[in-house]
């Protein structure tokens, strides 16, 4: 079973956590256990509604032969995670993760945390969530998890999301759970990070994060 390539320092298996309603593992672990094909998930997850906020190329329907297709492209660039509802053990959307460059964009002299970690990894995150759990508050429950997997992860100094400027909600979610917009903008793309190491790293997790107990140790 793959489990896609590392994640800079970081094993491919190893990366998961939950939450009070969300499982989040593997994505390939997550299919496994709930007996359903990783191609059938994509499927369902991935409409033109959910998928209108993902990278063009992204976007669309996913009939198999394409879902199946798509596994194999993110197996090999990075870890694909597999959100769950611990209430329906129903898969409620997909985490998507890359190392970002710790380089750029830069935040600027008047956002950049005094004695900040420059030195870990930086994750940049996107996620897509199903219609059917829209509106629920999820999505930032999902944030907060993912936050709080990189607080106790030392090899990670941040995460790095990209967002559309029109897209409000999506930047509330952020907002709320401790990213901060940097300086550099490209046409109407917006960056936010959130620093987990170092001077500026101290906005607490959510409550409703907790450790993951499915390794060995977010659109």
């Given amino acids: 079973m793959s489990t896609g390539e590392p994640l800079g320092s970081i094993p491919a298996e190893t990366i998961g956590f939950e939450t009070e309603r969300l499982v989040v593992e593997p994505w390939h672990r997550g299919a496994e256990r709930a007996g359903v094909d990783l191609a059938e998930i994509v499927s369902e997850l991935l409409t033109p509604v959910t998928t209108v906020s993902l990278p063009e190329?992204?976007?669309?329907?996913?009939?198999?032969?394409?879902?199946?297709?798509?596994?194999?492209?993110?197996?090999?660039?990075?870890p694909t995670l597999l959100v769950t509802d611990r209430s329906t053990r129903r898969p409620a959307g997909l985490v998507i993760l890359f190392a970002g460059d710790?380089?750029?964009?830069?935040?600027?002299?008047?956002?950049?945390?005094?004695?900040?970690?420059?030195?870990?990894?930086?994750?940049?995150?996107?996620?897509?969530?199903?219609?059917?759990v829209w509106g629920?508050?999820?999505?930032?429950?999902?944030?907060?998890?993912?936050a709080a997997w990189a607080r106790s992860t030392t090899a990670v100094a941040s995460l790095t999301a990209g967002v559309e400027a029109a897209n409000a909600a999506s930047i509330r979610v952020l907002v709320k759970?401790?990213?901060?917009?940097?300086?550099?903008?490209?046409?109407?793309?917006?960056?936010?990070?959130?620093?987990?190491?170092?001077?500026?790293?101290?906005?607490?997790?959510?409550?409703?994060g907790r450790r993951s107990e499915t390794g060995p140790e977010c659109h």
């Fill in 57 to 78: 190329p992204w976007r669309g329907r996913y009939p198999l032969d394409r879902a199946r297709g798509w596994v194999v492209e993110r197996d090999a660039e990075s």
């Fill in 177 to 208: 759970n401790g990213f901060v917009e940097l300086g550099s903008r490209v046409g109407e793309g917006r960056t936010y990070r959130l620093q987990v190491r170092g001077h500026g790293s101290d906005v607490p997790a959510s409550p409703s």
């Fill in 136 to 146: 629920q508050g999820m999505a930032s429950e999902l944030v907060a998890g993912l």
């Fill in 102 to 132: 710790r380089t750029g964009p830069d935040p600027g002299p008047d956002r950049t945390p005094a004695g900040a970690d420059r030195s870990g990894l930086d994750i940049r995150i996107g996620y897509v969530l199903a219609e059917a």
